[in-house]
């Protein structure tokens, strides 16, 4: 998605997500406390969509699941990501808080990261399969929506350094998506299938109680100060 601001004919700075995404008016420590823990749900939302990449492929061997089906069960969290950011993330991202996004998400992707401990339980095959695809494409969706979400308030939160910020944003990324199937690994040498999804996922509804204590940044005046996140505006002049 891409942010974009209409012209105003002043010089003033442009304004940031919206008039209540604006935390023009927090302190320094304010802004970085908020910029920090959306960093870390940031983090944390990926590392948990990471995890079974580094142990799927032994434990579908043990049950007769080819390399085939294993890559697809994997690849399943990219496409749910991708087809979030594009029709998804865009649209509910203008509409709703940065609470409530990440509440949403958090949940969700425990939600998604339960269903998939569940599958260790799952004899038959095709179930099997069907289940995997479904809540790794689900966890990829809701890693994809928080992904936006950050990114959003990282521009809100200090709209003069874009750039610096997105930098910070995508070290996170890719922080995240290094250690989560080390993580991943040893969850699953230590404690087996089922540990290596549910202790997570444990954490991720416990760390939405965090989640609670988040400005409630609002963006449903987005349009009103001409700041919002549409791919068409890709086309404007």
């Known amino acids: ?76 969290s990219s496409v749910g990501h991708a087809v979030c950011c594009v029709f998804i993330a865009p649209i509910i991202v203008n509409r709703l808080s940065t609470r409530m996004l990440v509440v949403v998400c958090m949940i969700g992707q425990g939600c998604s990261v339960f269903l998939f401990a569940a599958l260790d339980a799952v004899k038959d095959v095709t179930t099997y399969k069907i289940l995997g695809l479904v809540s790794r494409y689900f966890c990829g969706t809701f890693s994809g929506v928080l992904n936006v979400t950050a990114f959003a308030a990282y521009v809100a939160i200090y709209p003069k350094h874009v750039a610096t910020v997105t930098a910070i944003g995508e070290a996170v990324l890719n922080g995240a998506v290094a250690f989560g199937p080390f993580l991943g690994s040893l969850l699953y040498s230590a404690s087996g299938f089922v540990a290596a999804s549910v202790v997570p996922g444990s954490f991720i509804f416990l760390s939405t109680l965090a989640a609670f204590f988040l400005p409630n940044l609002n963006s449903k005046k987005r349009r009103d100060v001409g700041v919002r996140l549409k791919w068409r505006r890709l086309a404007d002049p």
Do not use: E
């Open 1 to 76: 998605a891409v942010v974009s601001t209409q012209s105003t004919g002043t010089t003033q700075d442009p304004p940031a997500l919206s008039k209540k995404w604006d935390v023009s008016s927090f302190s320094s420590i304010k802004k970085r406390i908020l910029f920090v823990t959306m960093c870390s749900f940031h983090f944390f939302s990926f590392v948990f969509s990471q995890l079974p990449y580094s142990y799927l492929a032994s434990y579908n061997t043990d049950r007769d699941i080819s390399t085939y089906w294993t890559g697809l069960i994997l690849g399943a």
